[in-house]
């Protein structure tokens, strides 16, 4: 992964490794093992009738992945142009390569996955908000990333494919 400054609450080898970034001033982090790649911002191909958080098409190494803000999905409000905004790839369902534009992805945390701990909330159309963590800087949400689109969505961004896998 590019430009990652680790921080970590362990030892080297005791719990997993997150992504840490921000939506809407919160932190959030996403499992490194879901994570394919990280690259700056890029031009995306914009898709005609998506909703307004898909943020487009990247070609990418010979395929072309679909890019959603998780920041307009999430609070309606598109990522804010920084030059610590990333587009992270990640494995979506095993099989699909999918963007992510995150604001703000530029350190890792480790820690035990049962760190994380369920706040007590049904999110409703947010699966993909998993649960939190407490630290001293405060709270820290997961995303599920399997849960990120819901299938009418899915369709959309991934056709039936003849077993196309991930970049």
Not at 59 to 66: E, I, Q, S, T, W
Not at 92 to 97: I, K, L, R, T, V
Not at 102 to 120: I, K, S, V
Not at 147 to 167: K, S
Request: charged share 20%.
């Amino acid at each position: 992964m590019n430009d990652l400054h680790p921080k970590t609450t362990a030892g080297p080898a005791k719990g997993a490794l997150y992504l840490q970034f921000h939506l809407g001033g919160q932190r959030f982090a996403l499992d490194v093992r879901e994570v394919i790649e990280v690259l700056p911002r890029r031009p995306l191909k914009p898709i005609a009738q998506a909703p307004s958080w898909v943020a487009g098409i990247l070609a990418h190494r010979g395929l072309l992945v679909p890019v959603i803000d998780l920041a307009a999905l999430s609070f309606a409000q598109p990522a804010a142009q920084r030059t610590s905004t990333r587009l992270v790839l990640v494995r979506y369902q095993g099989e699909h390569a999918l963007g992510l534009v995150l604001e703000q992805a530029t350190e890792t945390l480790r820690c035990q996955p049962d760190a994380f701990q369920p706040y007590g909330l049904e999110n409703g159309d947010a699966r993909y908000l998993g649960p939190v963590l407490e630290d001293a800087q405060g709270l820290l949400q997961r995303i599920e990333v399997d849960q990120l689109l819901t299938d009418a969505v899915r369709q959309v961004l991934f056709p039936a494919t003849d077993g196309e896998g991930v970049a």
